[in-house]
């Protein structure tokens, strides 16, 4: 069975520092590895993904992650954190080649941003 | 923009009564999932359905069930709500890749 677990469910950082969200996976085959983020009252907006070709991977607005399989992890970075960044990040988990597409989320991190 | 529409937005019931949720997904998608994110959680996978049949299914009771239609556009049926399936009901389409999500429909039952 697949599981995620996403460390600290908020974050909090000032406006233009590091942003990290931490993502652990556990998938008996390889996974495909994505980040979502949620606005209030919104639906989820897809930031990244990985499947399997290069493993650090660029997103939309600024984002990017890194697959590292012996650490199991695809932990979310940003260089510089804007204002409108504040929101709900999710990390999901499927497997490659299972011919269902069931995603597993972790339970999110919630950023806030610190003028 | 995803392309993936839900309704209605928002929906009150009262426990025992049955609802329906709506959903409309990119065209050439032919798979449709459904999601339950309770507050402050994480989306569960509901089930998913691919060229009109049901083609996994998470951990939610028969009382929860769906339909997809040759035009991509799917349902979800709940009968004999309880005040646990309150929730922000998400749909989602695409494949394995990528799935892109709608905005939900929120429920409360009173």
């Known amino acids: 069975a697949q599981s995620v677990t996403q460390l600290g469910s908020h974050v909090s950082v000032s406006e233009g520092a590091l942003v990290l969200l931490r993502c652990n996976y556990s998938?008996?085959?390889?996974?495909?590895l994505f980040w979502y983020v949620q606005y209030p009252n919104q639906g989820l907006q897809l930031l990244l993904k990985y499947t399997s070709a290069a493993t650090l991977v660029k997103g939309i607005n600024g984002f990017e992650a890194e697959f590292k399989k012996s650490e199991t992890s695809f932990h979310l970075t940003k260089p510089s954190a804007h204002m409108s960044d504040a929101a709900e990040y999710f990390c999901?988990?499927?497997?490659?080649?299972?011919?269902?597409?069931?995603?597993?989320f972790g339970k999110g991190t919630k950023l806030s941003v610190i003028p | 923009e995803t392309g993936v529409t839900q309704s209605p937005t928002h929906l009150i019931k009262t426990r025992g009564q049955q609802v329906t949720l709506r959903c409309s997904s990119q065209?050439?998608?032919?798979?449709v999932s459904w999601y339950q994110q309770a507050l402050g959680q994480g989306p569960q996978f509901i089930f998913q359905y691919y060229r009109e049949e049901e083609n996994g299914r998470g951990n939610f009771p028969p009382r929860f069930s769906g339909l997809q239609f040759p035009n991509y556009s799917s349902e979800l049926n709940v009968n004999a709500l309880e005040l646990d399936d309150s929730a922000l009901y998400l749909c989602a389409s695409g494949g394995e890749e990528t799935q892109y999500f709608g905005p939900g429909t929120r429920l409360l039952v009173l």
């Open positions: 998938s008996s085959v390889p996974p495909y």
């Open positions: 065209s050439g998608h032919n798979t």
């Open positions: 999901a988990v499927t497997d490659s080649g299972a011919g269902s597409y069931q995603l597993t």
